[in-house]
Structures are given as structure tokens and as C-alpha cells.
């Protein structure tokens, strides 16, 4: 964005955006020539350090009112990769290192090397595999172009697929399996798309390409492959059946990541790709189609959720359901007199809902799994007494549901307050009353699960495994996260707007 | 006097920082003892802080503002009392039960959320303490881990959830017109002339009326009170029901007439107060009568705001607020009144005879503060047929009450004496609800000592209550014959819908596992990307 | 019609044939199989572009080029990651099967 005239807001250079994308690897590196003890060692100095330095690129980006860029090697683009971190890219940044290093704390005791220093093959895989997702995230966040991005959302895949199958089962090595081969089927559909583009217009860089492209068929046709590939790999209603199987069967720090941040990873490719490279091909029709499907996806994964025995399950059919919320982003901000999509308050929503649906899903996950190991199963009609004996773990879990149902003061009712202010100033009310009815959907299957955790037992519970505090305390800290989000309102913050061409700040006007 | 914002800041912080206490473990096993405390401070603002001096904290973007009016003034000191008496007996019967910590943290949600609510000025903290204090209530509710206590804390969870999604986008709409700030007073004053009035009206008085227990959507009431402890019943149907009444004086354009809401309002305000007194002859639990006669004087108070919202006169918010202030006091001490006697009626007299001076008040008994609260409200419906309505519902209202005391003369445990830790809380609130709105009374301008005395107002409040004893003598002689109507009536009828509900949920599942099929999933690929190449070509 | 279209059009019917392949068999090493053709007809494509952005007097575009080798290689783990997968289910579980087995009712093709 550089290299575009016109914009008021210039790009610096900054070598930090590739340090985000280093260290990871060092680490892993590293971990595989050291080995034995030594993994978890390094996977947990390094949690801080990218903490530091995602840290430290927000900052920049949102109180130095710039974009961060790296251009590889010196060598610009066409011809070169640039690297860029623009105002959604370092929030996602940020978002991404809070909930790993929450579930790297969390995981010490589940994937804990044992005493004598040999290395057991789970926690071998589990570390490294972390912090390879978090590379992984960070490159999608700052590639500036798209082949770039189609490596990192490999990478990406490649990552997840085995923290699914971790603890060897039959069942999680076929969902595991499902996940990969509809994943990659996903990731050569959005190639044949970026093939397509190169073709008509020569270059791949994100900046070059939003001056050049025009609503041609080629450029029709690659963006709908493109588009459905990417939803594959999102798991949008009705790609998204590989997702509750995969999610739920995936120990409890890895569906957290899972949730949270690997099915943000496609839809934040989705959001370059129709905000940055082609904001006037989709059109009314498009943005419609992408609403309907997310509403499809509210309304089943919600409805599914309700009837789900088996507390993972009912909380991964819930993921399905959020996934929806954020594409309802799309007909939002679709401006009808410029035809074209705007970087306007919808945006913001919609980043803010993905931020505040990572942390309060990574918090989910982790109580659910806290609640799976210490009563050894988790159907729901078998929770009653968790409250008593969980109380941390029930709380973060009924605060993650505070923010998914919408309730001030979390990031959930922020985003909601952006998205229906978007929908009711555009007209388009139908969007409005989905939401309203999401919400109440929400609030149903939260009620059950408490109602079950806070109804005394009536045998005494016995703990199967003694859970220690941190995992706790580890989960009711990404709550929090979650449900203080919508005070990042009182903060003169302008989130999802920098370096975009209309500037607006975030707040509730 | 201390400066308003102070006392603004102390009402809401004790409160709030009792409720952050309460993540220590140590202080939850005792705060069940110190509930009577919290409310204190708010009693003071509501005492001595000048009013229309906000308290306001934020950034330019997002500012929440706390400021006292006069309604809210009233509203917020009565309840003050009302929480502390109440606190005090929930001290007492809290003693060595088992989820007495969880009752001290939703007591804590809802105590914050109300004095919140009451003392909001700008639609972000309004909504937040209304969705705070919803939570706190129906932690309450479900106290006693019973069925019927899950189930009205689910009912009245879901519809003041529902409640508040209505809520939502007519206070974003109001945001958007206003343009500039959040306040609700800005907000409001554009209102009228705004193209969007009809439907964001609709959207409030739909979102404030479920929460005011309109009927139909009125079941939640008798099923949550019936359900709760007596404390938390006690709170509930005295203060956190005003919440609503506060948000209708505050939301509604009452400058500016509106003859066809008002009259809506009126009708529908009506209709409860006579349905309420209906169904509520039916029930033998005493709470179950209480929670009917809060139905029935809710939709007395939407009536009475409906009369102001046709007329355009917004006095009547003066009058609402000192009606809806006596209402707390009366319903708070009715309902300890049948905690004191169900404990231990060794002597009912000494219950009996306060309760019935207490709720013959509500029907307007003259010489008290009754009687006054009906002559306030009085005013503004006229002489026509509405007028007449509003005065059988006062005769409604004290055949209620009468049937209430028969049916709490019936409840008492005869053989003990109810323990002095209840009782002194209950007396407390009996006199003060005696009290307190004659105080009230002087220092506001309805009107005056000679005209709640003078004899043509002796005899308005007179025959209407002759009329209700004369029916309920009729009640008694007939009273086998009534039909029995099961607590929260229309919820009966409810749960036919959840089976078709549920039917829907086995549709979508058995949809969702052909959806599963690999042909379909791969066809379903095919279709997206066809469907969107052409909704983008057909756009071009 | 040039060579350059031919090849097009073979790329194209190869992620036609791959897709319908990927939907319809249920053999899990078939699908790994499908996704790879549907892959390959993604590599033609790209060196149709190649050839048809070539300068004058150059063979081809070496930018398409370069990507295509990342493609491939990235194919490449992708198949190897699902053998390795398809490999370890085939031990746990007996049979190499996408089918759940513990549904009330076993369906074919079934996720």
C-alpha cells in the first residue's frame, strides 16, 4: 500500500513483521535437534517473546497511525514479496498470541515431557506443531500477496491436521484425515484462482493487483473458485462438516487453537481478498449469497448445538454457528451506491466478533476440557455437580458464553452493536433480526449446559484427575479477554481502519 | 451536601466492589451476612444528591453517564429501603443453607444492576445494567435447584433476553439519530420528528413491556415469583420490576402527544390489570396471588403512562414514579409478610393486621399513602371510560388483596413463632411503606394534605373500594366454583410449542446428516462456486 | 486452436475428472488420488499462463514456473501428510475407511 498514490497514510518499514514469522520456526528447529525436555522449554520461552513482539507491531500500527511493510530481500514487488501489517492484521496479530500463549500455559500439563527427559510422541508433536500454527497465522496475517498467502494457509493446514489426531484414536485419525483431504481440495481450488489472476494480470501482489483488476470473467471466475475454496477451509454452512468431528475430537488445548485461530486463518484471506484485491467484483448478489450462507450457518449450528449430547460436540456445533456471524459481514458493508465493499464500521464488527470469538471459543474449549478430565466424560446430562467442584473452570466457560450470546461489556456486544448499527443503517433489517436471533439460539444451549454444571449431584462426583489451578486460572483469563474486549471501546483506538483510504474510529456512534 | 457525583460514584461502587469481593473465597462465606450494607450509599444519593449533576466517565467515543431526576430520585430511594430491609432477611433465612455464596453474588448482580438502571442517563449503561440485572434475577430465581424453579428461571431468563434483542436496535437506532453522543435524553428529544418514530417506539414498548409483564408475555412473573425465595421475590416484584417503568418515563417522548400509542398503551395496560386480578383469584399460593396483583398493578402503571403519552403531558412521569415508589414499598412488605407467616404464624394477628392495612392501600384505603398515590394518578385519565376502568381496577385491586389475606391467614404456621430476625425486617418495611410516601408526598408537587383529605376525594377512593369488598364477599360464597388455572397460565400453553420446536431441531439434524454425504459435499462445492460466479456476473 | 489452449483445456477436464473422482469414490486412498489430479490440473493451467505471458523470444514466463514448483512440492507433502495419515488409520483402525462407525445408522459416503 506503499506504492499506491493517493493514500494519506505511508507504510514503514519495520523488520519485526519477519521476526513474528521467525522465531516460531527457530523454535521449531531448534526443538527438533535438541529434543527430549528441551521442546517444551523452548515453546514456552518463546510464548512471551512472540507475545513481545505482536505486542509491539499493535502498538505501532494503531498509535503510530501506519502500516507496517517488509519488503524480502530488498527485492520489490512484482517481482519480490512484500511483507504488510496494516490496522486488522495487527489486531488478528495480537489476538493470536494472547490465545497461545493462554493454551501453551494451559497445555504444560497435558503435554508435560516426563521427569526422566525422554519425550513422549504427543508432546513432541504438540509443541512444535503450536508453534508452527502460530507462524503459520502470522504469515497469513502479513503476506502481501497471494501465493504467499496460498503457502501459509498450507502451512497452516499442514499444522492443524495433527494436532486433530493426537492422542492416536481411530476416530481422530479419520476426522483428522477428512479435515485434510477436504482442507487441501479447498487449497487447489483457491490455487486454480490465483493461476487465473495471474494470468489476466500478471502479478499476485495484493497492492499492484487492487489497481488492476476489473469485473472481467476471468477475474469473475477465479474469484467464485477462489472464494469457495477458501469457505471449504473455513467451513462455512454447508462445507462444514469436517469441522465438528475434527474439533471435538482433538485434545482440549488443540481445539482451542483449532476454534480460534485456524478457521480465522482462511477467513482472514477471504477478507484481503474481497476487501483489499477485488472490493467492486463481488456485487449485491454476491455479498447476499455470502450473507444467506452464514445465516444458514447461524441457524443450523445453533439448532445443532442444542442437540448435541456431548459437551466438545455442542461446543464445536457452536463454532459452526459463529463462523456464520462473520460472514455476515460481507452484505454489511457492501456499499449499494458506490457498489463496492467498504472498509467501514462492519468491518470493524467483523474483526472485533473474530477477536472476540477466538478468545471466548479458546476459553470454551479449555473449560471443556477441564471438565472432560476431571469428571471422564463430558455428556452433558452427567455434568451436574461441576459447578461445585469446578467453579473457575464453569465461570470461564459461562463468561465465553457471555460474549458469544452478546453481552455488554464484552467484545461480543461490541461487534454486535457495529454489525446491527451496519445493518440498520444500510436497510437491510433481515441481517438485523438473524443476529438478534443467533443470540437467543445462544443463550439456550448456554442455559443448559449451566443448568446441568450448577445442579448439585446427586452421588458425590468423583475426580477421575486432579486439575490444577493455572489450567484454570489459564482459562478464565482468556474469558476475561473476551469479555473486556468491548471496553477497548473507551481506548481513542481507530482498530480495523488504518492505512485504509476512509478513516473512521471505532467506537459506538 | 456532598457533591452529587460523589454520592452518584458511591451508590454504584459499594455494590460493585462488594461483587468484585466476592472473587475471594473468604469473603464469599461471609457476604451473605453483610447483604443489607450495600445499599446504603444509594439511599444517601438518593437523598441528598442534587439532581441533574451527572456523573460521567469515558472517552469521546464511549461515554456512560449516571445522573439523578426526580423520578428516578423516588424510585431509587424507595428501593434503597426495599433492599435493605430485604437484605437483612435474607441475612437471616440465608443462615446455614448450602448455595447461600451463589445467592450473595446474583443478589450482589441484581442490587448493582438496579441502583445502575435507575440512575443511567446514557443507553449503553442502561443496557448493560439491565442485562447485569437480568442475570443477577434469575441467579435468584433458580436458588432453590428445584424443577419448577429451573424452569421459571429459564422462562424469565429467555424473555427478558428476548426482551432486551428487541431492545437493542431501537437503542441503536436512537444512537443513530441522535448523532452525537449516547445520552437518552438527546436521543429522545429527537425522536419525534425522526422518520423511524413509529417503529422504534414499537420496538420499545415491545422490549419494556415484556419486561413490565404486559400480557400476554406477562407468564414469566407468576413463575418467577412463585419460584423465588421470599427475599429475592420480595426485591423482585418491587424493584427490579420498576426497571421497566423507569426505562417507559424515560424512553417514551412524553413532551409530545401521540394519541394512538397512548391509547394502545392504555388499552393494553388495562387489560392487564383486569386479567391479572382475573387469574390471580384463582391461585391458592399466596405468592402466586402477590405475583397476579404485580401483573395486574404493572399494567395499572402502563395505562397511566399510556394516559401521558396520548395527552403529551409529561408530569405524569412525577406521578407514575411516586405510584410505582408506593407499589415497591407495598409489594416488598407483602411479601416478607408471607415469608414472617409461613415461618411462624404462632400469632397472625400481629402479621394480619399491617398486611391488611398494607395492601388495602394498594386498592387506595383512605388516610393512607394509598390513597394518595391513587389520587396522583387519578388526574390523568379523565372522567370518561377510561377514568371509570382505572377505578374498577381499583376495586379489583382490593378484592385481590382481601382474597391475598385470606389465603396468607390460611399458610400460617400455627404452631410457631416466626424468628425475630424475620420479623424485624418486616415490620421495618410495613411501617416504612406506611411512612415514607406521605414524606414523599410533601415534598413533591402532585398535590396537597387538603385535597388527599377533602371529602369528594374521601369518596373516590371510597366506592371503588366498597365495590371490592362487595365482590369479594361474592368470591366467597362462590369461590369452589372458580376453574384452576395452573401458575403462569399462558406457559401451559407453551409447551406445546416445544414439541414442534423440537420437531423442527430432528428436521434440521436428519438435513444436516445428508448434507454429510461425500456427493453432496462435493456437489455443494460445485454449487457455491457456480452460484457466485453468476451472482457476480449478473452484477457486473 | 494452439497448443496453449489444448493443454487448457486438458487441465481443465483433469479438475473436472478429479472432483467428480473426490465426490463420488468412497476409498479414501482415491481421494487422496482425486485431489492430486485436480491438483495437477491446477499445474497446467499454470503453465498454460507461463507460456502464453512469455516475452518475445523467451520459452515462458519464469514467474508461473517458480510457482508451480512450490505447488508441486506443497502437493507433495500434502499426499505424503494423508499416506502417512491413511497409513496409521489402516493400523488402529483395520480398514482404511472414511465411514464412522458409530452413528445409529452406517451409511456409505458418509462423513
Same mark, same amino acid.
Given at each position: 500500500?506503499?506504492?499506491?498514490?493517493?493514500?494519506?497514510?505511508?507504510?514503514?518499514?519495520?523488520?519485526?513483521?519477519?521476526?513474528?514469522?521467525?522465531?516460531?520456526?527457530?523454535?521449531?528447529?531448534?526443538?527438533?535437534?535438541?529434543?527430549?525436555?528441551?521442546?517444551?522449554?523452548?515453546?514456552?520461552?518463546? =510464548?512471551?517473546?512472540?507475545?513481545?513482539?505482536?505486542?509491539?507491531?499493535?502498538?505501532?500500527?494503531?498509535?503510530?497511525?501506519?502500516?507496517?511493510?517488509?519488503?524480502?530481500?530488498?527485492?520489490?514487488?512484482?517481482?519480490?514479496?512484500?511483507?504488510?501489517?496494516?490496522?486488522?492484521?495487527?489486531?488478528?496479530?495480537?489476538?493470536?498470541?494472547?490465545?497461545?500463549?493462554?493454551?501453551?500455559?494451559?497445555?504444560?500439563?497435558?503435554?508435560?515431557?516426563?521427569?526422566?527427559?525422554?519425550?513422549?510422541?504427543?508432546?513432541?508433536?504438540?509443541?512444535?506443531?503450536?508453534?508452527?500454527?502460530?507462524?503459520?497465522?502470522?504469515?497469513?496475517?502479513?503476506?502481501?500477496?497471494?501465493?504467499?498467502?496460498?503457502?501459509?494457509?498450507?502451512?497452516?493446514?499442514?499444522?492443524?491436521?495433527?494436532?486433530?489426531?493426537?492422542?492416536?484414536?481411530?476416530?481422530?485419525?479419520?476426522?483428522?484425515?477428512?479435515?485434510?483431504?477436504?482442507?487441501?481440495?479447498?487449497?487447489?481450488?483457491?490455487?486454480?484462482?490465483?493461476?487465473?489472476? !495471474?494470468?489476466?494480470?500478471?502479478?499476485?501482489?495484493?497492492?499492484?493487483?487492487?489497481?488492476?483488476?476489473?469485473?472481467?470473467?476471468?477475474?469473475?471466475?477465479?474469484?467464485?473458485?477462489?472464494?469457495?475454496?477458501?469457505?471449504?477451509?473455513?467451513?462455512?454452512?454447508?462445507?462444514?462438516?469436517?469441522?465438528?468431528?475434527?474439533?471435538?475430537? %482433538?485434545?482440549?488445548?488443540?481445539?482451542?487453537?483449532?476454534?480460534?485461530?485456524?478457521?480465522?486463518?482462511?477467513?482472514?484471506?477471504?477478507?484481503? =481478498?474481497?476487501?483489499?484485491?477485488?472490493?467492486?467484483?463481488?456485487?449485491?448478489?454476491?455479498?447476499?449469497?455470502?450473507?444467506?450462507?452464514?445465516?444458514?450457518?447461524?441457524?443450523?449450528?445453533?439448532?445443532?448445538?442444542?442437540?448435541?449430547?456431548?459437551?466438545?460436540?455442542?461446543?464445536? !456445533?457452536?463454532?459452526?454457528?459463529?463462523?456464520?456471524?462473520?460472514?455476515?459481514?460481507?452484505?454489511?458493508?457492501?456499499?449499494?451506491?458506490?457498489?463496492?465493499?467498504?472498509?467501514?464500521?462492519?468491518?470493524?464488527?467483523?474483526?472485533?466478533?473474530?477477536?472476540?470469538?477466538?478468545?471466548?471459543?479458546?476459553?470454551?474449549?479449555?473449560?471443556?476440557?477441564?471438565?472432560?478430565?476431571?469428571?471422564?466424560?463430558?455428556?452433558?446430562?452427567?455434568?451436574?455437580?461441576?459447578?461445585?467442584?469446578?467453579?473457575?473452570?464453569?465461570?470461564?466457560?459461562?463468561?465465553?458464553?457471555?460474549?458469544?450470546?452478546?453481552?455488554?461489556?464484552?467484545?461480543?456486544?461490541?461487534?454486535?452493536?457495529?454489525?446491527?448499527?451496519?445493518?440498520?443503517?444500510?436497510?437491510?433489517?433481515?441481517?438485523?433480526?438473524?443476529?438478534?436471533?443467533?443470540?437467543?439460539?445462544?443463550?439456550?444451549?448456554?442455559?443448559?449446559?449451566?443448568?446441568?454444571?450448577?445442579?448439585?449431584?446427586?452421588?458425590?462426583?468423583?475426580?477421575?484427575?486432579?486439575?490444577?489451578?493455572?489450567?484454570?486460572?489459564?482459562?478464565?483469563?482468556?474469558?476475561?479477554?473476551?469479555?473486556?474486549?468491548?471496553?477497548?471501546?473507551?481506548?481513542?483506538?481507530?482498530?480495523?481502519?488504518?492505512?485504509?483510504?476512509?478513516?473512521?474510529?471505532?467506537?459506538?456512534? | 451536601?456532598?457533591?452529587?457525583?460523589?454520592?452518584?460514584?458511591?451508590?454504584?461502587?459499594?455494590?460493585?466492589?462488594?461483587?468484585?469481593?466476592?472473587?475471594?473465597?473468604?469473603?464469599?462465606?461471609?457476604?451473605?451476612?453483610?447483604?443489607?450494607?450495600?445499599?446504603?450509599?444509594?439511599?444517601?444519593?438518593?437523598?441528598?444528591?442534587?439532581?441533574?449533576?451527572?456523573?460521567?466517565?469515558?472517552?469521546?467515543?464511549?461515554?456512560?453517564?449516571?445522573?439523578?431526576?426526580?423520578?428516578?430520585?423516588?424510585?431509587?430511594?424507595?428501593?434503597?429501603?426495599?433492599?435493605?430491609?430485604?437484605?437483612?432477611?435474607?441475612?437471616?433465612?440465608?443462615?446455614?443453607?448450602?448455595?447461600?455464596?451463589?445467592?450473595?453474588?446474583?443478589?450482589?448482580?441484581?442490587?448493582?444492576?438496579?441502583?445502575?438502571?435507575?440512575?443511567?442517563?446514557?443507553?449503553?449503561?442502561?443496557?448493560?445494567?439491565?442485562?447485569?440485572?437480568?442475570?443477577?434475577?434469575?441467579?435468584?430465581?433458580?436458588?432453590?435447584?428445584?424443577?419448577?424453579?429451573?424452569?421459571?428461571?429459564?422462562?424469565?431468563?429467555?424473555?427478558?433476553?428476548?426482551?432486551?434483542?428487541?431492545?437493542?436496535?431501537?437503542?441503536?437506532?436512537?444512537?443513530?439519530?441522535?448523532?452525537?453522543?449516547?445520552?437518552?435524553?438527546?436521543?429522545?428529544?429527537?425522536?419525534?420528528?425522526?422518520?423511524?418514530?413509529?417503529?422504534?417506539?414499537?420496538?420499545?414498548?415491545?422490549?419494556?413491556?415484556?419486561?413490565? %409483564?404486559?400480557?400476554?408475555?406477562?407468564?414469566?412473573?407468576?413463575?418467577?415469583?412463585?419460584?423465588?425465595?421470599?427475599?429475592?421475590?420480595?426485591?423482585?416484584?418491587?424493584?427490579?420490576?420498576?426497571?421497566?417503568?423507569?426505562?417507559?418515563?424515560?424512553?417514551?417522548?412524553?413532551?409530545?402527544?401521540?394519541?394512538?400509542?397512548?391509547?394502545?398503551?392504555?388499552?393494553?395496560?388495562?387489560?392487564?390489570?383486569?386479567?391479572?386480578?382475573?387469574?390471580?383469584?384463582?391461585?391458592?399460593?399466596?405468592?402466586?396471588?402477590?405475583?397476579?396483583?404485580?401483573?395486574?398493578?404493572?399494567?395499572?402503571?402502563?395505562?397511566?403512562?399510556?394516559?401521558?403519552?396520548?395527552?403529551?403531558?409529561?408530569?405524569?412521569?412525577?406521578?407514575?414514579?411516586?405510584?410505582?415508589?408506593?407499589?415497591?414499598?407495598?409489594?416488598?412488605?407483602?411479601?416478607?409478610?408471607?415469608?414472617?407467616?409461613?415461618?411462624?404464624?404462632?400469632?397472625?394477628?400481629?402479621?394480619?393486621?399491617?398486611?391488611?392495612?398494607?395492601?388495602?392501600?394498594?386498592?387506595?384505603?383512605?388516610?393512607?399513602?394509598?390513597?394518595?398515590?391513587?389520587?396522583?394518578?387519578?388526574?390523568?385519565?379523565?372522567?370518561?371510560?377510561?377514568?371509570?376502568?382505572?377505578?374498577?381496577?381499583?376495586?379489583?385491586?382490593?378484592?385481590?388483596?382481601?382474597?391475598?389475606?385470606?389465603?396468607?391467614?390460611?399458610?400460617?404456621?400455627?404452631?410457631?413463632?416466626?424468628?425475630?430476625?424475620?420479623?424485624?425486617?418486616?415490620?421495618?418495611?410495613?411501617?416504612?411503606?406506611?411512612?415514607?410516601?406521605?414524606?414523599?408526598?410533601?415534598?413533591?408537587?402532585?398535590?396537597?394534605?387538603?385535597?388527599?383529605?377533602?371529602?369528594?376525594?374521601?369518596?373516590?377512593?371510597?366506592?371503588?373500594?366498597?365495590?371490592?369488598?362487595?365482590?369479594?364477599?361474592?368470591?366467597?360464597?362462590?369461590?369452589?366454583?372458580?376453574?384452576?388455572?395452573?401458575?403462569?397460565?399462558?406457559?401451559?400453553?407453551?409447551?406445546?410449542?416445544?414439541?414442534?420446536?423440537?420437531?423442527?431441531?430432528?428436521?434440521?439434524?436428519?438435513?444436516?446428516?445428508?448434507?454429510?454425504?461425500?456427493?453432496?459435499?462435493?456437489?455443494?462445492?460445485?454449487?457455491?462456486?457456480?452460484?457466485?460466479?453468476?451472482?457476480?456476473?449478473?452484477?457486473? | 486452436?494452439?497448443?496453449?489452449?489444448?493443454?487448457?483445456?486438458?487441465?481443465?477436464?483433469?479438475?473436472?475428472?478429479?472432483?467428480?473422482?473426490?465426490?463420488?469414490?468412497?476409498?479414501?486412498?482415491?481421494?487422496?488420488?482425486?485431489?492430486?489430479?485436480?491438483?495437477?490440473?491446477?499445474?497446467?493451467?499454470?503453465?498454460?499462463?507461463?507460456?502464453?505471458?512469455?516475452?518475445?523470444?523467451?520459452?515462458?514466463?519464469?514467474?508461473?514456473?517458480?510457482?508451480?514448483?512450490?505447488?508441486?512440492?506443497?502437493?507433495?507433502?500434502?499426499?505424503?501428510?494423508?499416506?502417512?495419515?491413511?497409513?496409521?488409520?489402516?493400523?488402529?483402525?483395520?480398514?482404511?475407511?472414511?465411514?464412522?462407525?458409530?452413528?445409529?445408522?452406517?451409511?456409505?459416503?458418509?462423513?
Amino acid at each position: 500500500m506503499s506504492n499506491v498514490a493517493g493514500l494519506p497514510h505511508a507504510a514503514t518499514a519495520s523488520a519485526t513483521l519477519v521476526l513474528a514469522i521467525i522465531f516460531p520456526v527457530v523454535g521449531i528447529l531448534l526443538s527438533f535437534v535438541l529434543g527430549g525436555r528441551f521442546v517444551e522449554r523452548i515453546a514456552l520461552i518463546l =510464548l512471551p517473546i512472540g507475545l513481545a513482539i505482536a505486542s509491539t507491531i499493535f502498538v505501532q500500527v494503531n498509535f503510530g497511525y501506519h502500516s507496517l511493510e517488509y519488503i524480502v530481500g530488498g527485492w520489490t514487488p512484482p517481482l519480490g514479496i512484500a511483507l504488510r501489517a496494516d490496522g486488522p492484521s495487527a489486531a488478528m496479530m495480537m489476538a493470536a498470541a494472547i490465545v497461545i500463549c493462554a493454551v501453551g500455559i494451559f497445555a504444560r500439563a497435558d503435554f508435560r515431557t516426563a521427569a526422566d527427559g525422554s519425550e513422549t510422541r504427543a508432546s513432541f508433536a504438540f509443541w512444535i506443531l503450536l508453534l508452527a500454527v502460530w507462524s503459520a497465522m502470522n504469515l497469513i496475517f502479513v503476506g502481501a500477496d497471494l501465493f504467499t498467502l496460498y503457502v501459509a494457509l498450507e502451512l497452516l493446514t499442514f499444522a492443524a491436521v495433527p494436532l486433530v489426531s493426537l492422542d492416536g484414536r481411530a476416530e481422530t485419525l479419520q476426522a483428522a484425515l477428512r479435515y485434510l483431504i477436504f482442507a487441501v481440495l479447498g487449497a487447489v481450488f483457491y490455487l486454480v484462482g490465483a493461476a487465473l489472476l !495471474y494470468g489476466a494480470y500478471g502479478t499476485l501482489d495484493i497492492a499492484i493487483l487492487s489497481e488492476r483488476v476489473r469485473a472481467d470473467p476471468t477475474t469473475i471466475v477465479a474469484g467464485a473458485v477462489m472464494t469457495a475454496g477458501l469457505l471449504a477451509k473455513t467451513a462455512l454452512f454447508p462445507l462444514h462438516l469436517w469441522l465438528p468431528p475434527a474439533h471435538a475430537g %482433538a485434545p482440549a488445548a488443540a481445539s482451542a487453537v483449532l476454534s480460534a485461530l485456524v478457521v480465522k486463518g482462511s477467513f482472514f484471506l477471504l477478507v484481503r =481478498l474481497w476487501f483489499d484485491v477485488m472490493p467492486g467484483v463481488l456485487g449485491m448478489a454476491g455479498t447476499q449469497i455470502l450473507g444467506i450462507l452464514g445465516a444458514a450457518a447461524i441457524l443450523f449450528g445453533n439448532v445443532l448445538a442444542l442437540r448435541q449430547p456431548r459437551l466438545k460436540l455442542l461446543v464445536a !456445533y457452536s463454532t459452526v454457528a459463529q463462523i456464520g456471524y462473520l460472514f455476515l459481514m460481507f452484505p454489511l458493508a457492501f456499499s449499494a451506491t458506490s457498489s463496492t465493499l467498504q472498509s467501514n464500521s462492519a468491518l470493524t464488527g467483523g474483526i472485533l466478533q473474530a477477536i472476540s470469538h477466538a478468545t471466548a471459543k479458546g476459553a470454551m474449549f479449555l473449560s471443556a476440557g477441564l471438565m472432560y478430565s476431571a469428571l471422564g466424560h463430558d455428556r452433558i446430562s452427567g455434568l451436574s455437580g461441576v459447578g461445585r467442584l469446578l467453579p473457575m473452570t464453569v465461570v470461564a466457560f459461562t463468561l465465553g458464553g457471555v460474549s458469544l450470546i452478546g453481552l455488554p461489556p464484552s467484545g461480543g456486544f461490541l461487534a454486535k452493536w457495529l454489525l446491527l448499527g451496519a445493518a440498520i443503517a444500510s436497510g437491510q433489517w433481515w441481517w438485523a433480526a438473524t443476529m438478534l436471533a443467533g443470540g437467543l439460539l445462544t443463550s439456550g444451549y448456554m442455559f443448559i449446559v449451566l443448568s446441568r454444571a450448577m445442579t448439585p449431584a446427586h452421588k458425590p462426583l468423583s475426580l477421575q484427575a486432579t486439575v490444577p489451578r493455572y489450567q484454570q486460572a489459564a482459562a478464565l483469563a482468556l474469558a476475561l479477554c473476551s469479555l473486556m474486549l468491548g471496553l477497548v471501546a473507551f481506548g481513542s483506538f481507530d482498530v480495523a481502519q488504518i492505512s485504509r483510504p476512509t478513516t473512521a474510529s471505532i467506537g459506538l456512534q | 451536601m456532598m457533591d452529587a457525583r460523589i454520592l452518584l460514584g458511591a451508590a454504584l461502587a459499594l455494590p460493585l466492589g462488594l461483587l468484585f469481593a466476592c472473587l475471594s473465597s473468604w469473603v464469599r462465606k461471609r457476604m451473605s451476612s453483610w447483604l443489607a450494607i450495600a445499599p446504603f450509599p444509594a439511599f444517601a444519593c438518593a437523598l441528598f444528591a442534587v439532581h441533574d449533576v451527572p456523573l460521567s466517565f469515558g472517552t469521546r467515543q464511549l461515554r456512560l453517564t449516571f445522573v439523578q431526576d426526580t423520578p428516578g430520585a423516588i424510585l431509587l430511594g424507595v428501593a434503597a429501603l426495599l433492599w435493605i430491609t430485604s437484605g437483612s432477611y435474607a441475612s437471616a433465612c440465608l443462615r446455614g443453607q448450602p448455595n447461600r455464596r451463589r445467592f450473595a453474588v446474583c443478589w450482589l448482580m441484581a442490587l448493582t444492576g438496579c441502583i445502575g438502571v435507575f440512575l443511567a442517563a446514557d443507553m449503553v449503561s442502561f443496557y448493560f445494567m439491565l442485562a447485569l440485572l437480568t442475570l443477577g434475577a434469575g441467579g435468584l430465581i433458580i436458588h432453590d435447584d428445584t424443577p419448577e424453579a429451573w424452569r421459571a428461571g429459564a422462562v424469565y431468563v429467555g424473555l427478558a433476553l428476548l426482551a432486551e434483542s428487541l431492545l437493542l436496535p431501537a437503542f441503536i437506532m436512537l444512537a443513530m439519530n441522535a448523532s452525537d453522543g449516547l445520552l437518552i435524553r438527546d436521543a429522545i428529544a429527537v425522536l419525534p420528528t425522526s422518520p423511524q418514530r413509529d417503529l422504534i417506539i414499537a420496538l420499545l414498548v415491545a422490549g419494556f413491556g415484556i419486561k413490565a %409483564a404486559l400480557v400476554p408475555l406477562h407468564f414469566w412473573m407468576p413463575l418467577a415469583y412463585t419460584a423465588a425465595p421470599i427475599p429475592a421475590a420480595a426485591v423482585l416484584s418491587g424493584a427490579v420490576v420498576k426497571a421497566s417503568v423507569l426505562g417507559l418515563i424515560r424512553f417514551l417522548p412524553l413532551g409530545t402527544a401521540m394519541p394512538d400509542w397512548g391509547t394502545a398503551l392504555v388499552a393494553a395496560g388495562l387489560l392487564g390489570a383486569f386479567y391479572g386480578v382475573a387469574i390471580g383469584i384463582t391461585q391458592k399460593n399466596p405468592k402466586t396471588v402477590l405475583a397476579y396483583s404485580s401483573v395486574s398493578q404493572m399494567g395499572f402503571i402502563v395505562a397511566v403512562i399510556g394516559t401521558g403519552v396520548s395527552a403529551g403531558d409529561d408530569g405524569v412521569a412525577l406521578a407514575v414514579a411516586f405510584y410505582a415508589g408506593h407499589h415497591v414499598m407495598v409489594k416488598g412488605a407483602l411479601f416478607l409478610a408471607v415469608g414472617v407467616i409461613t415461618a411462624g404464624g404462632a400469632r397472625p394477628m400481629w402479621v394480619l393486621l399491617p398486611a391488611a392495612i398494607v395492601g388495602l392501600g394498594l386498592g387506595g384505603l383512605p388516610l393512607t399513602r394509598g390513597a394518595l398515590a391513587k389520587l396522583a394518578v387519578k388526574g390523568p385519565f379523565g372522567d370518561g371510560f377510561a377514568g371509570t376502568l382505572a377505578m374498577l381496577s381499583a376495586a379489583g385491586t382490593t378484592l385481590l388483596m382481601l382474597y391475598f389475606l385470606r389465603r396468607l391467614a390460611e399458610s400460617a404456621k400455627r404452631d410457631e413463632s416466626a424468628p425475630a430476625a424475620l420479623v424485624r425486617p418486616w415490620l421495618l418495611m410495613a411501617l416504612l411503606s406506611m411512612a415514607v410516601p406521605w414524606m414523599v408526598y410533601e415534598a413533591l408537587p402532585i398535590g396537597t394534605w387538603q385535597d388527599a383529605l377533602s371529602p369528594y376525594a374521601l369518596w373516590e377512593l371510597s366506592w371503588p373500594m366498597l365495590l371490592g369488598g362487595v365482590f369479594t364477599l361474592a368470591l366467597w360464597r362462590w369461590h369452589d366454583r372458580l376453574p384452576r388455572v395452573p401458575v403462569g397460565d399462558i406457559a401451559a400453553g407453551i409447551s406445546s410449542t416445544t414439541r414442534v420446536t423440537v420437531a423442527c431441531g430432528r428436521m434440521l439434524e436428519q438435513a444436516d446428516r445428508v448434507l454429510r454425504l461425500w456427493p453432496v459435499a462435493g456437489a455443494s462445492l460445485l454449487i457455491v462456486t457456480i452460484l457466485l460466479g453468476l451472482a457476480m456476473l449478473a452484477g457486473r | 486452436m494452439n497448443a496453449a489452449t489444448w493443454f487448457g483445456l486438458c487441465g481443465a477436464a483433469l479438475g473436472g475428472v478429479g472432483l467428480f473422482g473426490f465426490s463420488t469414490n468412497p476409498d479414501p486412498l482415491r481421494k487422496i488420488l482425486a485431489f492430486n489430479l485436480v491438483g495437477s490440473g491446477a499445474f497446467l493451467i499454470f503453465g498454460v499462463i507461463a507460456k502464453r505471458g512469455a516475452a518475445v523470444g523467451l520459452g515462458g514466463d519464469p514467474v508461473p514456473q517458480a510457482l508451480v514448483i512450490t505447488a508441486i512440492v506443497v502437493a507433495f507433502a500434502a499426499t505424503a501428510l494423508a499416506i502417512a495419515l491413511l497409513l496409521r488409520l489402516f493400523e488402529e483402525a483395520g480398514e482404511a475407511t472414511l465411514d464412522s462407525n458409530n452413528s445409529d445408522d452406517i451409511r456409505r459416503n458418509e462423513f
